[in-house]
């Protein structure tokens, strides 16, 4: 009898320690001109320059004449936008890898100008930097940013 028990005791232990799965999102860190409280959310639309932030890869997506463009800077025209001023919508329900698919209605919906609810940034924007094409500061700080020739690579809601 003390055999079974202790064997029944021993499959429950093993049974048990293997049900205890956890799940590992595997979510980048946000940059510090990002809005504070959404740290599970990937994606962030710009709406004042209509491009996307890809938070997992540290990248923007914006349109080039037609192809949506990954990189870590956002291209020359848009040299002087504030990321630290400029509102960020973020994308809450959308869990692909082409926040593009949407753009019509994110476009549509958050207009270049938008503003929602009061919005607060992780970090503060550095001294000595307008907050511009960085991207994700991390590691930056204090470094002049790259020529817009050496890069080849952007908070809203869906409904």
Known sequence: MKKLVFASVLFMSVFFAHAQVSVNVNIGTPPSWGPVGYDDSRYYYLPDIDAYYDVNQSVFIYDNSGKWIRAKRLPS???????????????????????????????????????????????????????????????????????????????????
Do not use: F, I, M
């Not at 503003?115 to 550095?126: A, F, I, V």
């Open 77 to 159: 025209r848009y040299r002087q936008y504030d990321l630290y001023s400029g509102y960020k919508v973020v994308l809450t329900d959308y869990r692909g890898d082409a926040p593009y698919t949407y753009h019509k209605k994110h476009r549509a919906d958050y207009p270049k100008g938008y503003h929602g609810k009061p919005q607060k940034n992780r970090g503060e924007k550095p001294k000595g930097n307008n907050g511009n094409h960085y991207g994700n500061d991390k590691g930056n700080k204090g470094k002049n940013p790259k020529s817009d020739s050496d890069k080849n690579h952007g908070h809203s809601k869906h409904h």
